[in-house]
């Protein structure tokens, strides 16, 4: 948790609106990744999530406190799951493993576009000194956090440990028995997660693996690493 820490001990109300930008987008990290899942379920045939109402752009919808919170403050997080019964994919395992995949891959995809945008920006548009240079300064900042956070919740999800995503496509690979007893006990194997989450076990390598993300996406579309 010492990222949250640092978040605020730095906390300077003069920075709000960078902050509420953050937030913004967090948010539209959030509601992307879950309702990839919602939508990748519902054209493998399952209409669970459809029938929550997670297919919505609604972030109250889909949003964990505790996972926005550590977005906003540390860049990785997570959502409300998105409920799945992988009994209605004609091949539960590999519908499991495909929906779960969906999340993390819209994530990158957000932050390429997001990080495209960001580039036609920093490449084309030219400040004037006016007072629309807060506004435009306003619009980049937000496709610099939004492209951030997307890599991070995308990173952060492909880990292997319940409930992230990542644990589902690796237990997909697994024998029937050992994948039955990991889905049953998945709740307990959480706490393991959660546990190394508090304890900053997990900062070093999930900021390691978002740099290098971050750095080959900078170089695909012509921008400096350093922006961020």
Known sequence: MGSVSTFLANFDLSNLIYYLMRGAAALLCIVIHEMSHGYAAYGLGDRTAKQAGRLSFNPIRHIDPLGLLLMITAGFGWAKPVPVDMRRFRNPKQGMALTALAGPASNFV???????????????????????????????????????????????????????????????????????????????????????????????????????????????????????
């Open 110 to 228: 957000l932050a390429l576009l997001s990080l495209g945008c960001a580039s036609l920006m920093y490449h084309f548009v030219t400040l004037t000194g006016g007072a629309a240079d807060e506004v435009i300064s306003w619009i980049f900042t937000f496709l610099l956090y939004t492209t951030l956070l997307s890599v991070g919740l995308g990173v952060f999800n492909l880990f292997p440990i319940p409930p992230l995503d990542g644990s589902k496509v690796v237990f997909s690979l697994l024998p029937n028995r050992a994948y039955v007893w990991l889905m049953r006990n998945e709740r307990y194997i959480t706490l393991v997660l959660f546990a190394l989450v508090f304890l900053g076990a997990l900062d070093g390598p999930l900021y390691t693996i978002r740099q290098t993300i971050l750095a080959g996406m900078c170089r695909l579309m012509g921008m400096p690493l350093g922006i961020f």
